[in-house]
Every structure is written in structure tokens, then in C-alpha cells.
């Protein structure tokens, strides 16, 4: 057996693992700003090349810098540096970036040391911290986990390699005599293998805490502060979807050009039951002048303009039932909001806005680079939508919503054969309704888009269209009526994600409809479009649920992570405030409720043993004596067996560094005596200091066993470790004797 077991984990291996993390690490923050695009292909591979050869050890090496090499190329880059903000990049942050690169670079061609090896996992951090400022893509997160993994680990094995070195270098000290530094501490004589476990445990314990502490503390910090955005910051590179069919002025055709468009455009949480919800209309843009090719929006409220503030209240709540919902809206070309009819309350990060009180509609600031998070109220409609209140419309406004460009006559005469027998306004408008959700098709088709009349090509030669053209129809044919009326543009929600709880809109959702003035019930919504005969291949079932479980996780993070601001901020502790004390009241209740149970039965507890007390008399303090003393004595003894278990396992196996454990617990028998080894004697002469010749002689034994096993390179015997286990027991035996150690 070797005097000195084999490392649990070899200098070697912790320093090339150390490594490999680092170079590890280095290689995801510069993947992080390729994936926030925040490269140009050139820089992009002026950096790639030399990066990826640093990784090769023959080529770095036969590119080595050295330290003034280094240093020099860095101060010559600075020149460059200020070039490159003031004329090539043109921006403070790009050319900082390629600074860090250029900086990491010359970083992997030097020599490294452990402070080299930190500026480079600093870089890379710097790296990430960069890419999170320039990216709101949900693919950040995936890479940050795992650069923080990676990050952690790279710490873990710098520290265990920290104590590695640590423990070999004592154990050279020791090696060459220096053995007092263990005989004076006993509790840190080395135990081989265990010593090493004990290590690396006591790091992953310290690691595991630290981290717990600060995710806990990062936690309280994330909710703590809400986001801030602006200038460059709240810029990024992703898609701005394209909603030409929502502006003041649009061409006829342009929400079938968005209806062709997969991407989502918004994101909707509803607070209730899903079936009370769906089919609901998002209305965004209310048009009401028509050229025969373009509808655009003429008529206008007061505007009332909101430059801030936290929750803008529009109406009062009336009779009907309320709904709240939340809306996370991407990145797109337009300004208006989407919200349900009659809109009550709107709160969130839409600051400033305008809302048009003639049609509930709501502008806010452009937003092509980044998502808005509003909350908002409606009363939930009920067949009817009273847009404007008992639906008076003024002499002015009235004229706006019943004008018609120069038509085909045969619009008319098509609208009064349909409306024959109608008495009111409103059965006029649902047999318009219905004559077009029966007789024509929908079809995505353009097929009479550059017709000199679209509407009469598609009432009376190709019968087929989208919506657009649905909507288009029974507004022109109300108006030849004399019906006032006009098209809203916005989505139908049709898509639910049961894992995220919210409905998924997308570009093929967009939707147009029909408002008409009924003089019973004022605004009315008419939908005339037939639903569609085109079928969507169905997806797996497996598919679908990752795809759910993955857009789940993309509105977690919008919403809490990009999204969070002091509006979010506010309602979370709202909600907060209003669950704790729900959960406070139901403890509360519990414990009084657990309380009183505790009581009652203690009480009878109480009685009962009192009752058994008085009958058994004086054997009962007795029992309990004997009760108290048995138990101690059970647990002495499981105690010491459980010890005796332990060393003779030890012992079985050959483990020689018992003796030195067996040594380390006499001193520390001696000193809990009066007798501390002094530090300036060797284990031999310590052996002279006794007078009594009995624990003399015992003591000498058993230094001897332990100078064999620390200083001398042959073995100990399973023999001696069971003598030195022996020894010790017969010392102590003799002290309780009353032998005199001194």
C-alpha cells in the first residue's frame, strides 16, 4: 500500500477542464452577438477565422504574443477604435463591441495565467450582457442559461483546482518534516481519499449556497427594478411586421395580403372562461370614406391626448358584464391598438396616446422595433355593439357615413330585391348579411382587384373574395339604402394555447366587418363573410404540444421579462398584496382551527396521564426515571457502536491513515486532560514528557506506529492500524484508572 493515496481529481485533469470551460465560455458570448445580429458579415469574419485557430494549441502556440506584443497591439487598436465609432460603425456600441473582440482576441494568443483566464470569462460576460441589451429573441435565454451553467462550473473547478494545489503543497511540506503543522491541529490530519471528498464537498456545498443566495437575491432585484428602454437600447434587429390594412387610408386588397402572413401579431390573455371568449373581434381601425378602390377614415372625434400616466379610465361601467385582458402586441408598422368593443380601462406602456372617442379607436406611439404590453376593461357585448350611446348620429357626421362613389346601378337594384319585405333597418341589414354569407365564396384570391369596379366584379362575376370584400359589399349596398354604416379592420381570434393560457393571433386572423347605425339599438356588428372552405393540414399532436409549450414560454418572457415595466411592477404587487392576504386570513383560520385541536387534545392527554399517575402512585415518577436513563444509555450506546463499526470497517479495509486519525484523537484526549502537546517538540520528544511509565510506554508505541506511517515510505500492517486502535483504548482505560498522565 502507498504511503499516500491516489488524487480524486490530478492537477492535470482540473487544469485542462478549467480549460476547456473557459474556451467554452468564450465561444457562447461571441455566438451571442452573432445570433442578436449585431455582426456584419465582414467583421464577422475577420474575427472568426483567428478565433476559431486560437482553439487549435499548435497554431496558438506558433502565434504566440507575448506580453509587450500584446499591450502594443492593444494601444494600437485604440486609433482605430475611435475610427471606427466616428466613421465606419458610426455608433458607440458596435464599435465597443468589436474593441471587446479585438481585446479577447489577443487574449487567446498570449500566454494565460489565472488572471488571464478571468479577463477572458469577464469579456465573454461582457459579451452576453451586450447581446441581452440588443435582443428581445427568446433564443437569448436558452444561450444565457447556458452560459451561466458553464459559468458556474468554470468557478467550481478554479476553486477545486485552488485546493488541489493547496493540499499538494502541504503535503510536500510534510514530506519533508514540517509535521507540526498537522500534530498541533489533530482535526486536520490528512485522511488520503476522504480529505479529498471532504474538499471537493465542502466547494460544492459553499458553490450550491452562494448560488441559491444569489438567485434568491438576482429574484428580489428582477421584480424590484421594471425595464427601461430607449434610444439605441430599445432598438433591435427583428422582423417589423408589415400591417398595411391598418392606417387611415388603405387600399382595397391590402388584409388579404396580411391574411397570407403566418407570423403573430399579438398575443391576448383573457381573464374567465375560454368559452365565453371565443370568436371575439379585436377592432383597430374604423374606415368610412370609399373611392370604389380605397377605404379611408374621414370622420373624427375630439381627440383627448394622454402623454402619461398609469390607468386612463374612458367610461364608466355600465350593466354589462366586464372582461379583462391583456394584449401583448409585436413589433409592427402600425399605431393602433387592438382592443375589444366599448373599452373601459386601458393601462401599460402605451404612452403617450390618442384615443377618438366617434369609434373607440386607439393610436399610440410607432413601435417597429419593439413589443407593447397593455391591460385593458370591456364590457362584454351582447349582440349589440353601442359604440356611440343610444346611437344619435349628428347632421354632420351623417353624411360621412352614407357616401358612395359613382356605383353600378345594378348594386342597388341587387340591394333592394335582397331587402324585399324588410320593415326595419336592422332586418334590412341581416338579410344583406345573410344573402352574402349563402351565395358567394371565400377565397384569397385577387382575382377582380384590378377590375375598374371591384365590388361589382365580385357581387356579380366572380362571386368569390376574402373579407375585405364581404365587408366592402354590405356597406355599399347598406349605404345605396340610405343605412348608415362603415368597415372596421381588425383580428379574429381563433387559435387558444392551453399551456400559456392565451390566445395566439397571426396575420392569417386579420379580419374586416360591419357596423351599422339601426335606429332601435344604434351600432350594430355584421359579419358577412361566410367561413372559409380552405382546410390547414393538421399538425401532430406531438408537434403541437412543444409548439404550445415553446409560444408559452415566449409570452412568459415577453410579459415578465421584456415586458416588465412599473405599470406590470404595480399590478404584480397588487396581486400580491391581494393573495397574501387571502393566504394570511386562511392560516389564519387554520391555526386557531390546529391550535384549539392541539389544545383539546393535550387536555385530554393531560388527564389521561394524571389519571394513570394517581393510580400507579409512586411508580410512576419511577418509570419515568427509568424511561430517561434507559434512553440515554441506548443512545451512548448506539453511539459508540456506530464508531466501532465505522473503525473496524477502516481497519478491515487497511486504511494506514487511521493511524494518523488515531494519533490526532490522543492529543486531543491529552489536551481535554491538562496535558497539550507543546509546539515546539517533535512526537518523540513529546513521548519524554510523560513520568508515568505505564502511558509512557503506551504513548511511545503509538508514535512510533505514526511516525512509521507519515514519515516512512514502507507500509502499515492492518496489524499495527488494530494496534494503534488498541493503544488508544488502553490510555484512556488507564486514565479512568486514575493512572497519572503527568
Same mark, same amino acid.
Given at each position: 500500500m502507498n504511503m499516500f493515496r491516489r488524487p480524486l481529481f490530478s492537477q492535470w485533469t482540473l487544469d485542462r477542464f478549467f480549460h476547456a470551460l473557459t474556451y467554452l465560455l468564450v465561444t457562447i458570448g461571441f455566438s451571442m452577438l452573432v445570433l442578436a445580429e449585431q455582426l456584419s458579415a465582414l467583421v464577422l469574419w475577420i474575427f472568426l477565422l483567428p478565433f476559431c485557430a486560437s482553439f487549435s494549441s499548435r497554431l496558438s502556440q506558433r502565434f504566440q504574443l507575448t506580453v509587450r506584443q500584446a499591450n502594443f497591439l492593444t494601444w494600437l487598436y485604440l486609433p482605430l477604435f475611435v475610427a471606427d465609432m466616428f466613421l465606419l460603425s458610426r455608433s458607440f456600441v458596435p464599435a465597443t463591441l468589436h474593441l471587446i473582440l479585438f481585446v479577447q482576441l489577443?487574449?487567446?494568443?498570449?500566454?494565460?495565467?489565472n488572471r488571464d483566464y478571468f479577463y477572458l470569462i469577464l469579456l465573454s460576460f461582457l459579451q452576453v450582457l451586450a447581446a441581452s441589451s440588443l435582443t428581445i429573441n427568446i433564443s437569448f435565454f436558452v444561450g444565457f442559461l447556458v452560459f451561466v451553467l458553464v459559468c458556474l462550473a468554470a468557478l467550481m473547478s478554479f476553486e477545486m483546482k485552488r485546493?488541489?494545489?493547496?493540499?499538494?503543497?502541504?503535503?510536500?511540506?510534510?514530506?519533508?518534516?514540517?509535521?507540526?503543522?498537522?500534530?498541533?491541529?489533530?482535526?486536520?490530519?490528512?485522511?488520503?481519499?476522504a480529505e479529498q471528498r471532504s474538499a471537493v464537498g465542502a466547494i460544492l456545498l459553499v458553490s450550491s449556497a452562494s448560488l441559491c443566495i444569489i438567485s434568491v437575491l438576482g429574484t428580489a432585484l428582477f421584480f424590484a427594478i421594471p425595464r427601461f428602454g430607449a434610444g439605441y437600447f430599445s432598438r433591435t434587429?427583428? =422582423?417589423? #411586421?408589415?400591417?398595411?390594412?391598418?392606417?387611415?387610408?388603405?387600399?382595397?386588397?391590402?388584409i388579404g395580403i396580411i391574411q397570407l402572413d403566418p407570423s403573430i401579431v399579438m398575443r391576448v390573455r383573457v381573464n374567465g372562461d375560454r368559452k365565453r371568449f371565443e370568436g371575439l373581434k379585436w377592432r383597430g381601425v374604423t374606415l368610412d370614406h370609399f373611392d370604389g378602390r380605397n377605404w379611408s377614415k374621414r370622420v373624427k372625434g375630439a381627440p383627448y391626448s394622454f402623454p402619461s400616466?398609469?390607468?386612463?379610465?374612458?367610461? !364608466?361601467?355600465? &350593466?354589462?358584464?366586464?372582461?379583462?385582458?391583456?394584449?401583448?402586441l409585436e413589433p409592427c408598422s402600425t399605431s393602433y391598438l387592438f382592443t375589444l368593443d366599448q373599452i373601459l380601462t386601458l393601462r401599460g406602456n402605451v404612452y403617450p396616446f390618442i384615443y377618438d372617442p366617434s369609434d373607440d379607436s386607439i393610436i399610440a406611439r410607432p413601435h417597429p422595433f419593439n413589443r407593447l404590453t397593455y391591460q385593458a376593461d370591456s364590457a362584454l357585448p351582447r349582440g349589440t355593439v353601442p359604440v356611440v350611446e343610444k346611437a344619435e348620429i349628428s347632421f354632420?357626421?351623417?353624411? %360621412?357615413?352614407?357616401?358612395? &362613389?359613382?356605383?353600378?346601378?345594378?348594386?342597388?337594384? #341587387?340591394?333592394?330585391?335582397?331587402?324585399?319585405?324588410?320593415?326595419?333597418?336592422?332586418?334590412?341589414?341581416?338579410?344583406?348579411?345573410?344573402?352574402?354569407?349563402? @351565395?358567394?365564396?371565400?377565397?384569397?384570391?385577387?382575382?377582380?382587384?384590378?377590375?375598374?369596379?371591384?365590388?361589382?366584379?365580385?357581387?356579380?362575376?366572380?362571386?368569390?373574395?376574402?373579407?375585405?370584400?364581404?365587408?366592402? %359589399?354590405?356597406?355599399?349596398?347598406?349605404?345605396?339604402?340610405?343605412? &348608415?354604416?362603415?368597415?372596421?379592420?381588425?383580428?379574429?381570434?381563433?387559435?387558444? @394555447?392551453?399551456i400559456g393560457g392565451d390566445y395566439i393571433i397571426r396575420g392569417k386572423d386579420a379580419h374586416s366587418w360591419v357596423e351599422a347605425q339601426c335606429l332601435e339599438h344604434g351600432w350594430q356588428t355584421y359579419d358577412p363573410t361566410p367561413s372559409s372552405s380552405e382546410t390547414t393540414t393538421p399538425r401532430h399532436p406531438l408537434l403541437t404540444t412543444i409548439n404550445?409549450?415553446?409560444?408559452?414560454?415566449?409570452?412568459?418572457?415577453?410579459?415578465?421579462?421584456?415586458?416588465?415595466?412599473?405599470?406590470?411592477?404595480?399590478?404584480?404587487?397588487?396581486?400580491?398584496? !391581494? =393573495?397574501?392576504?387571502?393566504? %394570511?386570513?386562511?392560516? /389564519?383560520?387554520?391555526?386557531?382551527?390546529?391550535?384549539?385541536?392541539?389544545?383539546?387534545?393535550?387536555?385530554?392527554?393531560?388527564?389521561g396521564i394524571i389519571g394513570f399517575a394517581r393510580q400507579a402512585g409512586w411508580k410512576f415518577p419511577c418509570l419515568c426515571a427509568v424511561l430517561g436513563v434507559g434512553g440515554w444509555l441506548a443512545l451512548r450506546l448506539y453511539n459508540g457502536?456506530?464508531?466501532?463499526? #465505522?473503525?473496524? @470497517?477502516?481497519?478491515?479495509?487497511?486504511?494506514g491513515t487511521l493511524a494518523?486519525?488515531?494519533?490526532?484523537?490522543?492529543?486531543?484526549?491529552?489536551?481535554?486532560?491538562? $496535558?497539550?502537546? &507543546? $509546539?515546539?517538540?517533535?512526537?518523540?520528544?513529546?513521548?519524554?514528557?510523560?513520568? @508515568?511509565?505505564?502511558? /509512557?510506554?503506551?504513548? !511511545?508505541?503509538?508514535?512510533?506506529?505514526?511516525?512509521?506511517?507519515?514519515?516512512?515510505?514502507?507500509?502499515?500492517?492492518?496489524?499495527?492500524?488494530?494496534?494503534?486502535?488498541?493503544?488508544?483504548?488502553?490510555?484512556?482505560?488507564?486514565?479512568?484508572?486514575? !493512572?497519572?498522565?503527568?
Open positions: 489577443v487574449k487567446l494568443y498570449q500566454p494565460k495565467g485546493a488541489l494545489q493547496a493540499s499538494l503543497s502541504r503535503s510536500k511540506g510534510l514530506a519533508i518534516g514540517t509535521e507540526d503543522a498537522h500534530i498541533q491541529q489533530p482535526a486536520e490530519l490528512g485522511l488520503g481519499l434587429l427583428s =422582423k417589423t #411586421l408589415s400591417l398595411s390594412g391598418f392606417s387611415d387610408r388603405i387600399r382595397l386588397g391590402s400616466g398609469q390607468v386612463f379610465k374612458i367610461r !364608466e361601467p355600465g &350593466p354589462s358584464a366586464l372582461v379583462k385582458y391583456q394584449v401583448m354632420q357626421v351623417k353624411p %360621412a357615413y352614407l357616401q358612395l &362613389p359613382r356605383l353600378d346601378k345594378r348594386i342597388l337594384d #341587387l340591394a333592394r330585391s335582397v331587402t324585399f319585405g324588410a320593415q326595419s333597418l336592422e332586418e334590412k341589414a341581416n338579410k344583406i348579411e345573410r344573402h352574402l354569407q349563402t @351565395n358567394y365564396r371565400y377565397s384569397l384570391e385577387p382575382s377582380q382587384l384590378e377590375q375598374p369596379q371591384p365590388i361589382a366584379t365580385f357581387l356579380f362575376e366572380s362571386k368569390k373574395g376574402h373579407c375585405e370584400y364581404f365587408a366592402s %359589399a354590405m356597406v355599399v349596398m347598406l349605404r345605396t339604402l340610405g343605412i &348608415p354604416s362603415r368597415i372596421v379592420n381588425g383580428f379574429r381570434a381563433s387559435e387558444y @394555447n392551453d404550445n409549450y415553446l409560444d408559452a414560454f415566449e409570452l412568459f418572457w415577453g410579459e415578465w421579462v421584456l415586458g416588465y415595466d412599473e405599470v406590470s411592477q404595480i399590478s404584480l404587487f397588487r396581486d400580491l398584496q !391581494e =393573495k397574501v392576504t387571502r393566504w %394570511a386570513d386562511q392560516g /389564519r383560520r387554520q391555526f386557531y382551527k390546529g391550535a384549539i385541536g392541539i389544545q383539546e387534545a393535550l387536555f385530554a392527554g393531560s388527564r457502536l456506530k464508531r466501532q463499526l #465505522l473503525v473496524k @470497517n477502516a481497519i478491515r479495509k487497511g486504511d494518523l486519525h488515531f494519533y490526532g484523537e490522543m492529543l486531543i484526549f491529552f489536551r481535554s486532560k491538562g $496535558k497539550a502537546k &507543546p $509546539k515546539n517538540l517533535t512526537p518523540n520528544e513529546f513521548v519524554e514528557t510523560f513520568t @508515568n511509565q505505564l502511558i /509512557r510506554g503506551e504513548v !511511545e508505541r503509538l508514535t512510533r506506529i505514526y511516525n512509521a506511517m507519515r514519515f516512512s515510505k514502507s507500509c502499515v500492517s492492518k496489524d499495527q492500524i488494530q494496534q494503534a486502535h488498541w493503544i488508544l483504548s488502553e490510555i484512556k482505560k488507564l486514565s479512568k484508572k486514575g !493512572e497519572a498522565i503527568f
